[in-house]
T-cell receptor
């Protein structure tokens, strides 16, 4: 399975600032996804990162707040903009294959705390 | 729309006893079902999947899961629990073939007591 590296692994940020999270995969992948895991809760899909085009956002998430880049088939970034304490979460990068029989694989996540 | 329910927030079991973590699903077509485990400060690790075929599927670390179409369930099981199995377990589903992301249940925290 693909090896996924996420940076930073954790950060503490001031409200009103922005943070960019990087996701690097050791092989080319078709699909890349960004999830949010709020404390004590399940994973919520933020968006699907599409190579060469705009990301596809889920209901409740907008590009201005969570801009995403995917310049190639092995790399993506998620920016959390104008952060507030409600943005304190774990952000997870996940990759998938075009074959729906295959599982998605996850990075170790970025643990973000907003003061 | 597809959805997953994990009715238990927490499951406690003594070491050496069998364990079951419950999952039920709702899909419009045929389900593709997955179990993941999350250890502290780590991402999700894939345990096993059901796509088609034998209703009992075996996965990593001695875990298995039983697919029951009539009950729309996919419970995770292990014959003999270890303390190291203590973690957060997620059930996930996909019902549309292709490049669609998984939908996850809320998770069940398993605590194995020595």
């Amino acid at each position: 399975s693909a090896v996924i590296s996420q940076k930073p692994s954790r950060d503490i940020c001031q409200r009103g600032t922005s943070l960019t999270i990087q996701c690097q995969v050791d092989s080319q992948v078709t699909m890349m996804f960004w999830y949010r895991q709020q404390p004590g809760q399940s994973l919520t899909l933020i968006a699907t990162a599409n190579q060469g085009s705009e990301a596809t956002y889920e209901s409740g998430f907008v590009i201005d707040k969570f801009p995403i880049s995917r310049p190639n088939l092995t790399f993506s970034t998620l920016t959390v903009s104008n952060m507030s304490p409600e943005d304190s979460s774990i952000y997870l990068c996940s990759v998938g294959d075009a074959d729906s029989n295959q599982p998605q694989h996850f990075g170790d996540g970025t643990r973000l705390s907003i003061l | 729309a597809q959805s997953v329910a994990q009715p238990e927030d927490q499951v406690n079991v003594a070491e050496g006893n069998p364990l079951t973590v419950k999952c039920t699903y709702s899909v419009s077509g045929n389900p593709y079902l997955f179990w993941y485990v999350q250890y502290p400060n780590r991402g999700l690790q894939f345990l096993l999947k059901y796509i088609t075929g034998d209703n009992l599927v075996k996965g990593s670390y001695g875990f298995e899961a039983e697919f029951n179409k009539s009950q729309t369930s996919f419970h995770l099981k292990k014959p003999s629990a270890l303390v190291s199995d203590s973690a957060l377990y997620f059930c996930a589903v996909r019902d549309i073939p292709g490049n669609t992301p998984l939908v996850f249940g809320k998770g069940t925290r398993l605590s194995v007591i020595a």
